[in-house]
């Protein structure tokens, strides 16, 4: 080493580097020496700053009970009050569990985005853990090769655009079938939620396994599906004490553990009778099995099927009996969140429409031009429908139907906005906030699909624009999105197309809500239709 390098310090061996065959190995060591320094630098930044952050402002509870007298059961419009006073992110003490309210798109955007790996947890609470047999299903498992297993298994072998594609004849006959007994009840009232429930069962059940609900006592068995989802929605989203207090868990002070546990055995019954009808090939006083129409080829194969042939890896040391629990978790994911969620949206919608008229008739139009007159809507017309398309995500802007998504809860302790996320907490994205927020959107409680119009690369329900985010984001984004979009717009364009609508005589619209993991209408919303068609016959062909 010359004189000059020791005088100059240590970065001067580096100009000083005798041989040209010295200067990349003395560069390499001088970046990685400098790259471990600025990453140590930036490890003690961040230990030192999250050692520091405060946890987020939130209003004061009780010593013991916390916020939880002040909650109420209407958590959305809770939320939104308390947004207004603490800002974009407030936290709430309930008993023993801390819960964090994010209130802003730019942390929201931290939460599924930037920090997507950290928040991918979930914290079922007691009812989640009954109805989903111990949490094994894909919307409440914890991150891990389980809960990755069957996400992919259930995008790639499900919700993939060729199996859609390749069980479309189902879903469009459970449509067809429900526009005709529409057709007879012309002129009749009819309660639009409960119409459109059982033709999202029907349709996911053909799916499933090719088996529908017929008959009596399958009509009868819709009816009851609708009363048991409805409760179990309402039961998922009720605050619960024994949460709060795991200690008097055993006392289950408000019932819900009771009830959750009816509500899963009528569950349960329901769903081994599907696995029984599928494996055995037996059909049921209540079930229709379609005849071989969905097995014609590898990619017909019924749902079911799907799961029942690949071996399940789930590199779990689960006995038989539990994988026969996984398996029914999974389909109480289907056949809960496929059908509850779609039909809520389908009464929202046409609550929306049945108050805008105007907006209604634009719609009208639109499919007529589409489609021309005394024409069955077929799913490949539905890109064509962009008015439509914007009337449905103006509808789930106003009124998403998992509003506050489902909490997510961090792996690790960490910092969001300034602000310190214990690790276990629980965290709600509210969306019901964020989409109606006067500083993101102009006049933010009018209905009006134009603004979806107006910039349509902007908006999309994939969960990129962190304003708008019905379906969530992330590697938790609804696992059914695909499935949803096509049903949801298959239907409302059929119902549209197919008949007019008017309120019953002496009828007020109201829009009001209630809460639950769901969001639904207040009050049932019951329309009369009234055909378009010029031929009895048209509402006949399948
Ligand atoms: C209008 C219809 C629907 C809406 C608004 C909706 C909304 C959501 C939301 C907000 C989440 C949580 C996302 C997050 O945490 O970021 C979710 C999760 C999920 N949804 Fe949907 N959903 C709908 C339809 C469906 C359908 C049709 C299915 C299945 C057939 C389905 C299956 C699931 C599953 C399995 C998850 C859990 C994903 C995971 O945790 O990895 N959903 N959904």
């Avoid at 529409?182 to 059940?205: C, F, Q, T, Y």
């Avoid at 059908?339 to 634009?362: G, I, Y």
Wanted: proline share 6%.
């Amino acid at each position: 080493m010359s004189k000059g390098d020791s005088d100059g310090g240590p970065w001067l061996w580096l100009q000083h580097a005798e041989e040209a065959n010295d200067a990349i190995p003395r560069a390499t060591v001088t970046l990685l020496v400098a790259a471990i320094t600025a990453l140590g630098f930036f490890a003690w930044f961040r230990r030192r700053r999250d050692a520091t952050a405060p946890l987020p402002p939130g209003p004061r509870g009780l010593p013991f009970l916390g916020y939880l007298p002040f909650l109420g059961t209407n958590l959305h419009r809770k939320f939104a009050e308390l947004a207004e006073s603490y800002g974009p992110i407030f936290k709430l003490q309930l008993g023993s569990k801390l819960y964090v309210v994010v209130n802003s798109p730019s942390l929201a955007k931290e939460i599924v985005r930037d920090q997507d790996m950290t928040f991918a947890n979930r914290d079922p609470n007691i009812a989640a853990s009954i109805i989903t047999y111990g949490a094994r299903d894909i919307a409440f498992s914890s991150q891990g090769p389980y809960w990755r297993n069957l996400r992919k298994l259930f995008i790639r072998q499900i919700m993939s655009n060729a199996s859609l594609d390749a069980c479309y004849d189902l879903r469009k006959q459970e449509v067809r079938k429900g526009l005709s007994d529409l057709h007879r009840k012309s002129g009749v009232p009819v309660d639009i939620g409960e119409w459109a429930l059982l033709i999202l069962i029907n349709a996911i059940m053909a799916m499933l396994w090719g088996g529908t609900l017929t008959g009596e006592k399958g009509e009868a068995m819709g009816v009851e599906f609708r009363k048991v989802v409805t409760k179990l929605m309402g039961l998922l989203g009720t605050p619960n004490v024994s949460d709060f207090f795991p200690a008097l868990a055993w006392l289950d002070l408000q019932g819900v553990e009771r009830d959750m546990k009816r509500v899963h055995h009528w569950l349960d019954d329901f769903i081994q009778s599907v696995v029984d009808c599928a494996t055995e090939g037996r059909t049921d006083e209540m079930f229709e099995q379609k005849k071989g129409e969905s097995k014609t080829n590898e990619q017909k194969k019924d749902f079911l099927q799907i799961f029942l042939d690949l071996e399940m890896d789930l590199e779990d040391d689960q006995s038989p009996t539990d994988k026969n629990g996984a398996l029914k978790a999974i389909l109480t994911d289907i056949v809960v969140g496929g059908t509850d969620t779609v039909s809520t949206m389908v009464e929202w919608v046409m609550a929306e429409l049945l108050h805008k008229r105007n907006v209604m008739s634009k719609v009208v139009h639109e499919l007529t031009v589409v489609l021309g007159e005394d024409k069955m809507v077929e799913e490949h017309h539905l890109p064509k429908l962009k008015y439509l398309d914007a009337v449905i995500k103006e509808t789930f802007r106003l009124h998403p139907p998992v509003s506050l998504l489902v909490p997510r809860t961090p792996h690790a302790s960490c910092v969001v906005g300034g602000f310190t996320i214990p690790k276990g907490s629980n965290i709600f994205l509210n969306m019901a906030y964020i989409h109606k927020d006067p500083r993101i959107w102009d006049k933010p409680l009018e209905f009006r699909p134009e603004r979806f119009l107006e910039n349509p690369s902007e908006y999309d329900l994939s969960g990129n624009n962190f304003k708008y985010m019905p379906f969530g984001s992330g590697r938790r984004i609804c696992a059914g999105l695909p499935l949803a979009e096509r049903m949801l717009t298959y239907v409302l364009a059929s119902l549209l197309h197919s008949f007019e609508w008017e309120l019953p005589l002496g009828t007020e619209l109201e829009l009001s809500d209630k809460f639950g993991l769901v969001v639904k209408k207040m009050n049932p919303l019951v329309a009369i239709p009234r055909p378009r068609f010029s031929t009895p016959e048209l509402y006949m062909s399948r």
